[in-house]
């Protein structure tokens, strides 16, 4: 489309008399594009020269700017390597014209402006290696290398940093390089020899682009921002780099990385050096902690600059001055460095964009994103504006009243109107900006109270205060920390709860700078700290579940095992290999298993929710593992022969009632009828493939990693306990079942629940385990079942008036009559509730008698899921506080701990005498 019919703006001719001349040289301009010809040569000297220099050219800009611009860049490929440098030149000065003008007229939008010249310098970079590359393989110095290789550079590729990255190089930018090769195209005793050649053609690629001769320059080139550019050569081999950036990389780096991608020679090679850089780059935890880098990057900067002090139009520096375009990217690449190590979608190059998924996704309000983006763009209009006067790499405001006169006629509009709407906007930038990289300069600092000093006085003795950096953020909170702590119902109790949890810390310096960026987490930590220790030590252990505090649905319901599962496997997709999916599913798991228990102490959920999640937490991490790990385990020895296995989930796992340290049950089934072994490189037979499997599963659950344990199993309850395999085949178990098995075993299959493996197998398992209940004597179940709980009493002794499971009319006493319930009128349903309604049809207790088993289960299974996470044990009625005290009266709806100790005794007694009347001891045990 003609740039005349696209003109909505058009600039004012500060010299009349140069604006006409240009307009004489263009005798084909008009109307409009007259006036467009005018205003930019009459404000800009550097256009007006422009203009007579391609003046016979300019008509094609006229007629298609996005065509002239594409037929420049395309002409280029057709040039011999020796006319390349003047050809190169006469390019950019045609494209820097076009861009000029439709960005003076309105025509290109901010991205079509930055875009077209980014797009311009990676075509430019890229035939500049091309060119330095193969002047050195005619002469013979990159061994092992052809012609033929110069189509993906030979292995060197040049990565596009900052703005070029971005997409978004200002009118007169620099660009930024970071020149690598790959040297595994290379054999080891050529390696030395192909870094010397190709150092010496990204040297010629430099000079190709830099070096100002009669017809101009093409681009500044720096390299600068390579590892170590002082002592390292001009292009690094990726291994070299990779090991720079794992031990060495700094925080300003990691920003820079951001905005990196491949824009010139083997771009393969440079994709998977970034890809090998991710860990690197986004870290796997929220890091807070840059946001204090960022600032004192700022300050840097600004100290260097001698930048301090009052906005003040005249000279201010529009990129890093205050409310300057570099507080706008530092606020956006920040907090893309803290959240996008978890979250790919803020993985974006360009500032707009960023700030617009980050709004998106909840970290930066709506309202503040779009001021900035706002800001941003008129900003950079402005830096243009700055810079096509003489083509200068300068980002000052002008100085003299004539220089900003000249910069708002170039800008079309008044003077003062210019200067009102340059403060305002670098007023509203630094105002919105500043806030986040320095909360304590704008908030005031809360009055310290009167606190026991003895314990503040150990604090700097704990592990998480070790570092410098550790202690100074600290400091910084400490005022308000113990502030928030004074306005708790007993600040002292607080106080000592939230010392343990500080004691407990092994690091400091991420939390805290979580800490200071969400000062509302601190309330958090304090209610958890003062109500139940046991979640605070896990919270001590685990700090990194605080990412999912500030995640956006931390508070939202919680989701039931499916979504989960769901979740859970596209995390593990993304896992690099199978060592990172079980740190991914640990990880994955800690803030889950927090998220449950902050919403019980909260009372968004009760305790039959609760036990409910715990569970559809641990199956998730079965069902969504088991895949993971019969991949893994294919490898070597084959895909599973047969139908594969079925994983079942028994006791609390099975019910859906487990607590915060719940273990897992476990029992796996497989079917291989007619299969004699796998089919892997080291095959196995069937029986001995299934039982490695069930292994590398409990190892998948169980093992210690970096990033802790999921679940400890057991696998007892399998067919033969100990003495039998860790799986079981299905003929076997059947036939187990049907003729071995004792009544013990049967009441645990009233439990039993497929929770992983074949969906058709675990459907028939299923239908086994239906027919298989009620086969059983009555009397013989009635005579076992006593028999059971008469072991179990001798063997286990409560601890302790508190102890929920242990002892008579306890839940160990209750669940032996709900299962014996099931097992008499071959119930399938699992939980403890229907048990006991079983119980009553079968006749075993009367109406009065389920109702006072109903009653004993219910506030015992409060109490018990309380316990967990208050002590992790039975609970120490001096120890747990008045906020544990307070939790319970909630839970149990008695209030006082002597009322409900008295109430635990009435319930218990009543369910103790209703079973004793249920399961009279008996002599004797059978099969």
Request: proline share 5%.
């Amino acid at each position: 489309m003609e740039l005349a019919s696209r003109i909505t703006r058009l600039p004012h001719p500060f010299e009349p008399d140069r604006g006409a001349e240009a307009r004489a040289a263009c005798p084909e301009a008009e109307g409009y594009l007259a006036r467009l010809i005018e205003g930019a040569a009459g404000c800009s000297p550097h256009l007006l020269a422009l203009i007579h220099k391609e003046g016979d050219w300019l008509p094609a800009a006229f007629a298609d700017p996005e065509g002239a611009v594409a037929a420049e860049t395309a002409r280029l490929d057709t040039l011999a390597p020796d006319a390349l440098g003047a050809e190169l030149r006469r390019a950019k000065r045609r494209v820097a014209l076009t861009i000029a003008l439709a960005d003076l007229a309105g025509a290109w939008s901010l991205e079509e402006v930055t875009g077209t010249l980014t797009r311009f310098a990676d075509h430019a970079v890229g035939l500049g290696l091309r060119a330095g590359l193969a002047a050195e393989l005619r002469r013979g110095r990159l061994p092992g290398q052809d012609e033929a290789a110069l189509a993906e550079g030979c292995g060197a590729f040049a990565l596009a940093m900052g703005k070029m990255g971005a997409h978004e190089l200002n009118y007169s930018s620099d660009i930024d390089l970071i020149c690598l090769f790959d040297e595994g195209r290379y054999e080891n005793g050529e390696v030395q020899e192909a870094r010397a050649g190709l150092v010496r053609a990204v040297r010629r690629m430099t000079a190709l682009l830099a070096e100002q001769t009669e017809e101009g320059y093409v681009f500044r080139t720096d390299l600068r921002l390579r590892p170590d550019p002082s002592v390292t050569p001009v292009i690094l081999g990726m291994n070299v780099a990779e090991s720079y950036y794992e031990s060495l990389g700094r925080t300003w780096e990691r920003a820079a990385y951001v905005k990196a991608r491949p824009c010139a020679g083997d771009t393969a090679a440079g994709g998977r050096f970034l890809e090998a850089l991710r860990p690197f780059v986004w870290r796997k935890h929220l890091d807070f902690a840059a946001i204090e880098d960022a600032h004192a990057m700022r300050l840097a900067i600004r100290e260097h600059k001698g930048l301090f002090g009052p906005i003040t139009l005249p000279g201010h520096d529009m990129k890093l001055g205050r409310g300057g375009i570099r507080e706008i990217e530092f606020f956006t690449q920040t907090r893309q460095i803290i959240a996008g190590g978890r979250d790919p979608d803020l993985r974006v190059r360009g500032t707009v964009e960023g700030l617009r998924v980050l709004a998106r996704k909840g970290w930066v309000p709506e309202e503040t994103a779009e001021k900035l983006v706002a800001h941003y763009r008129a900003h950079r209009e402005v830096e243009h504006r700055v810079q096509m006067l003489r083509d200068q790499q300068t980002h000052d405001l002008p100085r003299s009243d004539e220089g900003f006169a000249r910069l708002a006629a170039f800008m079309g509009v008044e003077e003062e109107a210019l200067r009102r709407d340059l403060f305002d906007r670098l007023t509203e930038v630094h105002a919105l900006t500043e806030d986040f990289f320095a909360p304590d300069a704008a908030r005031p600092a809360p009055e310290i109270p009167e606190i026991d000093t003895s314990i503040t006085q150990r604090w700097p003795t704990y592990p998480a205060l070790r570092s410098s950096r550790a202690v100074a953020i600290f400091e910084r909170l400490k005022p308000d920390i113990l502030a928030r702590l004074s306005r708790t119902a007993r600040p002292e109790e607080a106080l000592a709860a939230f010392d343990g949890f500080l004691a407990g810390l092994p690091a400091g310096v991420q939390l805290f700078a979580l800490f200071e960026a969400n000062p509302h987490l601190i309330d958090l930590v304090v209610d958890i700290a003062g109500t139940a220790p046991a979640l605070a030590r896990y919270l001590s252990r685990h700090a990194g579940v605080f990412d999912a505090v500030i995640a956006g649905d931390f508070f939202e319901p919680l989701p039931d095992a499916e979504e989960l599962t769901q979740t859970l496997a596209a995390q593990l997709a993304e896992a690099e290999d199978y060592e990172r999916q079980l740190d991914t599913a640990r990880r994955w798991a800690k803030e889950v298993h927090f998220r449950i228990g902050v919403h019980l102490l909260r009372g968004q959920i009760g305790c039959a929710e609760a036990g409910g999640h715990y569970a559809d937490l641990a199956e998730a991490c079965l069902r969504a593992l088991w895949p993971a790990v019969v991949v893994e385990f294919a490898r070597k020895h084959g895909d599973p022969p047969g139908r594969g296995a079925v994983v079942l989930g028994m006791g609390s796992l099975g019910a859906r009632r487990m607590t915060s340290v719940s273990d897992l049950d476990l029992i796996v089934i497989y079917e291989a009828e007619g299969v004699e072994q796998s089919d892997g490189r080291r095959p196995l037979s069937a029986r001995a493939y299934y039982a490695r499997l069930t292994q590398a599963l409990v190892t998948a659950m169980s093992a210690q990693t970096a990033e802790g344990r999921l679940y400890d199993v057991d696998m007892r309850l399998r067919p033969s306990g100990r003495q039998g395999p860790v799986a079981t085949s299905r003929a076997s178990f059947e036939a187990y079942q049907r003729r071995e098995a004792w009544v013990w075993e049967h009441l645990a299959l009233t439990r039993a629940r497929p929770v992983a493996g074949g969906a058709d197998l675990a459907q028939e398992v299923e239908a086994f385990r239906r027919t298989v209940l009620g086969r059983k004597d009555r009397d013989t179940v009635l005579r076992e079942a006593a028999a059971m709980r008469a072991r179990v009493r001798a063997a286990k002794t409560p601890e302790g008036p508190w102890d929920a499971k242990l002892g008579p009319g306890r839940l160990q006493d209750v669940d032996l009559v709900a299962q014996t319930g099931a097992l008499l009128a071959a119930e399938p349903s699992r939980n403890a509730a229907d048990g006991l309604a079983a119980a009553e049809r079968a006749g075993l207790v009367d109406a009065e008698g389920y109702a006072a088993l109903a009653e004993a289960e219910r506030l015992l299974w409060q109490v018990q899921l309380a316990s967990k996470l208050l002590s992790e044990g039975p609970l120490d009625a001096d120890r747990i506080g008045e906020g544990g005290a307070a939790f319970l009266a909630r839970l149990t709806g008695i209030e006082g701990l002597d009322a409900l100790q008295a109430r635990l005794d009435e319930v218990t007694a009543r369910a103790a005498a209703v079973i004793d009347a249920a399961l009279p001891e008996a002599e004797g045990a059978e099969k």
